[in-house]
């Protein structure tokens, strides 16, 4: 039973480049969002979605996209890196009004 | 005003101590309330729902005051391994996991 799968672990980007981040859940869960964390902070809302094709902003949405085709999968694309950008990245989900599984996280550096 | 806020800590409590985190929100609408444990470099995992009535897990007991805007988590008997961050969190109105709060953690250390 994997859970929540993040890849990548870790990610070195320079400035500029863009990337996407992978999250897949295998239980089927209707809710995913995604969160960063910077040092010593809690963690802020990016972008979440309560089903397939549906997506919605969160706190801090500047920067990323995100798009939900199937239940399973629910990617985080970076669409140009900024330093401000390094942190690292939870991916999140739920069946509903309920408690959110976290995958391990990942790790990205801007240079 | 943050959303979510807890006691900045970190909290240095000896083994066997008693300690209590507390965390205020600001939306009165808000449905549910959880603590999280996160372990340094980990995913944040739940410790607890917290209910209005008040809920005790072993040493762990969480509370919450609707009235207030208040939620508390009180760990008896502390433990080298709750050494952690703890993340007071908020569901809003729709009271859907998709878009939950959460607070900036608490850092706790237990001693020898």
């Known amino acids: 039973n994997a859970g929540v799968t993040q890849t990548p672990k870790f990610q070195v980007l320079k400035t500029g480049q863009s990337m996407t981040l992978q999250c897949a859940q295998d239980?089927?869960?209707?809710?995913m969002s995604w969160y960063r964390q910077d040092p010593g902070m809690g963690l802020r809302l990016i972008h979440y979605?309560?089903?397939?094709?549906?997506?919605d902003q969160g706190e801090v949405p500047n920067g990323y996209n995100v798009s939900r085709s199937t239940t399973e999968d629910f990617p985080l694309r970076l669409l140009s890196a900024a330093p401000s950008q390094t942190s690292v990245y939870f991916c999140?989900?739920?069946?509903?009004?309920?408690?959110?599984?976290f995958g391990a996280g990942s790790r990205l550096t801007v240079l | 005003r943050k959303e979510v806020e807890q006691d900045p800590g970190p909290f240095n409590v000896p083994e066997g101590a008693t300690v209590a985190f507390n965390c205020t929100y600001s939306n009165s609408a808000s449905q549910s309330f959880f603590w999280y444990r996160q372990d340094c470099r980990k995913e944040p995992k739940l410790l607890m729902s917290?209910?209005?009535s008040g809920n005790e897990d072993g040493r762990f007991t969480a509370q919450l005051n609707r009235a207030s805007q208040y939620i508390s988590l009180l760990i008896r008997d502390s433990k080298l391994s709750d050494s952690a961050t703890y993340l007071c969190?908020?569901?809003?109105?729709?009271?859907?996991?998709?878009?939950?709060?959460f607070g900036d953690g608490t850092t706790l250390t237990v001693k020898p």
């Open positions: 969190v908020v569901n809003g109105p729709s009271g859907n996991a998709g878009k939950s709060t």
């Open positions: 979605s309560v089903g397939a094709g549906i997506t």
């Open positions: 999140a989900s739920s069946p509903g009004a309920n408690v959110l599984t």
């Open positions: 239980m089927n869960h209707e809710y």
């Open positions: 917290v209910y209005s």
